[in-house]
């Protein structure tokens, strides 16, 4: 088999593959490395010429400052021992000599009083006392001068630089500085510029002064811009070009018959009839073959879908069977037991039958919510259960509690059949006590939804009191309301005349 058979025989993604891969992986790779080299180099060197900018600035500040604080501290070494106010005119006499330094200043005691002083100082504010050799910077609180205190042999100096000194010092640093911003630890200042442009900026901070002041250094963000980029890689925008050529090439062949089927796929409706797709999909034959093994699954699909259809329809009718004929079964034995009680020889027997009675025919009543929900799949709806449970509790009361009033509070929240039961017979239990000890008092019944998941079903009765007389058949109530709580996995709230328990419902849809 020839080497052109065998390429003939390869998928349309392969052959594409392969002849890119082949043509213009390997320039496009070179190309690539080059350029991005030197865009990468030339980057180095504009981001370290901004630095340098941004490092002469700064220290342009920083030498203006240690100028002025040298000369001080010279002038001002073993002056404040004098007497009188030669010591401030001989220091003033020495930096007159120096040259672009402050004239203006002040001598102070190493206890912070103030000695003498030559010319007008501003406002420099509150500076630390210091020890020889030490200086400290401050922005004085008019923002127009920097104070400068040095440290001498018995006591301080201090100076006030303006700040177009200042600005002067930094202004020649180069023409890629945006804004220089000096602050300490109260204040701030722009010496020039706008502290925040609008276009990119690289922000750096130098400490001056021995790090007891900073200078924030704005320079333009000076990267390869867009054009000479694109002349760099215009070998490699060639190869991509060549690229998106061979794209739509494989758009054609690919893409667009892939783009049909999914469309069609996307638009099919089981109830409008089986699945029918077009039957031409492009010149490719793997897109041709997808599409037949395509039809043929959904056919499959179809097929077992009908089939299990039928299944979960057999099994629901099953399920429906079930519920209806337990809801009936437990409907007959309470008829029987309401035969049998009313037969019954003594009041006891009686009461007792009708105890029954009433419980079998709550469970009834879950099994015919349970059958009335099933369809909708989001459980019993505890609303209508309660209510119709109230009513048959009502209606099976004995003669001397037929006035009894239950009073229904309800939200509207879903639960499983086994919550139901459990609640139903908890329910049942509290009421059939209050009718049977106090006949003529109300009972309270609410259901309040408490969060997502939880809700809590609380009834009240005077008969729920605690009371002496009927102290053992209580402790048999106590004992089968709790183990019904328990059902719950809750636990059962006991307080004066009312119980509440907490019980699982489904979420609000």
Known sequence: ???????????????????????????????????????RQANAALEGRTEDQARLAASAIDSL??????????????????????????????LAIAPAIAQNFELETADDKPVCSAGQIP???????????DIRLRIAPDSKSLAIRAGVIGGMATTAVPLADVRSAAASSGDAIRSIVLHDDAREVTL?????????????????????????????????????????????????????????????????PLNRLERWVLEYNPSEGPLELPRKLGPSTEIQELRNAFARTMAQVEESERE????????????????????????????????????????????????????VGALSIVHRNHFAEMEENRG???????????????ASAPDEARGLTIDLDLDSVYTTQDVAVAISFLITEIIEHAMLHAPHDPVELSLRRTSELTARLSLGSPTLLPDEESQPEKVQFERIVAGLAKQLRSTLDRKLGRYSVDLPVFPPV
Not at 1 to 12: G, I, K, N
Not at 15 to 21: A, D, Q, S, V, Y
Not at 123 to 133: F, Q, S, V, W
Not at 216 to 227: D, E, L, M
């Open 65 to 94: 400052v240690a100028r002025n604080a040298l000369a001080l501290r010279i002038a001002a070494n073993g002056r404040i021992g004098d007497k009188g106010s030669d010591s401030c005119d001989l220091i003033r006499r020495s």
């Open 308 to 359: 299990t259809t039928g299944a979960l329809e057999g099994q629901r009718r099953l399920v429906r069977e079930v519920h209806h004929r337990v809801k009936n079964n437990l409907q007959v034995v309470a008829s029987l037991l309401n035969i049998h009680g009313r037969s019954a020889g003594t009041p006891e027997a009686r009461a007792a039958y009708a105890g029954i009675s009433r419980r």
């Open 380 to 394: 019993i709806s505890l609303r209508p259960l309660v209510s119709e449970l109230a009513a048959e509790l009502r």
């Open 1 to 39: 088999m020839s080497l052109a058979t065998r390429f003939a025989q390869l998928p349309t993604g392969a052959k594409f593959l392969l002849i890119l891969t082949a043509v213009l992986l390997p320039i496009g790779i070179a190309l690539a490395w080059i350029g991005e080299n030197g865009i």
């Open 123 to 133: 406002d420099t504010g509150e500076l630390p006392i210091i020890a020889p050799g």
């Open 192 to 256: 020039f510029g706008n502290p925040a442009p609008v276009e990119p900026v690289a922000v750096t901070e130098w400490p001056i002064g021995h790090g007891k002041m900073y200078v924030r250094v704005a320079t333009r963000h000076q990267k390869i811009r867009t054009t000479d980029r694109l002349l760099l890689l215009l070998p490699l925008l060639m190869w991509i070009a060549a690229a998106m050529i061979t794209w739509s090439l494989v758009g054609r062949l690919l893409v667009r």
